[in-house]
């Protein structure tokens, strides 16, 4: 990715996004947006950060792992470390039976009316929520400069693949309409000069991995895509 500065109102940067605490109180460290967990290694250049307090950072690691390990599972349609087709998540596999052993046990293999055995995984939704609003907060703060604050109002995490062709166009359609975003801000940068950004307005974080969009319209938007599989949207009202 390309470095974008953030010439935004540094006042929003003041305290953690997550908790609230004032960041100036509290040892803080820099947290990735996305979680570098989620993504292929080696990692994009100028991959975003932001500062948050050091609690929340290491509070959300064993979500995040687990999120890695459960996404690669699906997508291998086991949690074998050695069958993997997500590195990350072979590597998170082999070196933790114990979570292996938690994924495997929400397994389902079901025959379908055709004869044939399809594989499901039952996800621990809680802890996959936790990592998508991290990253959605992330985003908002990374790109509009601003603290989405709260509980989200709506929430939704669906595989691609199940969702209608009328909801996955309506989802796939990025509007940032006539409301821009504050003068200075990354996606103000970005929407001027493209940085990393495609003609239907996603931004390329890895290619085929994760993609993402933040719209302010009234309402912090933020949708993404992982490995081009499962979709996300959080909206927070303001």
């Avoid at 100036?24 to 820099?30: G, H, K, P, Q, R």
């Avoid at 509009?144 to 691609?160: V, Y």
């Avoid at 996955?168 to 940068?189: H, K, N, Q």
């Avoid at 993609?211 to 992982?226: E, H, L, N, Y």
Wanted: with cysteine.
């Amino acid at each position: 990715m390309k470095a974008v500065p953030d010439l935004a109102d540094e006042r929003h940067k003041s305290w953690c996004i997550h908790c609230g605490v004032v960041l100036a109180s509290v040892e803080t460290n820099l947290d990735h947006v996305p979680s570098k967990s989620i993504l292929d290694r080696p990692l994009p250049e100028n991959l975003p950060t932001i500062r948050i307090c050091r609690s929340c950072n290491t509070s959300f690691s064993n979500d995040e792992e687990y999120f890695s390990a459960f996404l690669g599972s699906v997508l291998a349609g086991t949690t074998d470390p050695g069958h993997q087709i997500v590195e990350r998540a072979g590597r998170t596999l082999s070196k933790n039976s114990r979570l292996q052993d938690k994924i495997e046990g929400r397994r389902r293999v079901e025959r379908n009316v055709d004869g044939i055995d399809c594989v499901s995984f039952k996800p621990d939704i809680d802890r996959i929520r936790n990592v998508v609003i991290k990253n959605a907060r992330g985003h908002v703060l990374f790109e509009h400069g601003k603290s989405a604050r709260g509980e989200p109002a709506h929430i939704a995490i669906e595989p691609l693949q199940i969702l209608t062709p009328e909801v996955v166009r309506i989802f796939e359609t990025i509007d940032y309409g006539s409301v821009w975003p504050e003068v200075g801000s990354r996606l103000m940068s970005r929407l001027i000069g493209g940085e990393d950004m495609r003609p239907d307005g996603w931004v390329i974080v890895q290619p085929n991995v994760y993609r993402f969009a933040v719209v302010d319209g009234g309402q912090f938007v933020v949708r993404t895509v992982i490995r081009e599989y499962l979709a996300t949207e959080v909206i927070w009202d303001r």
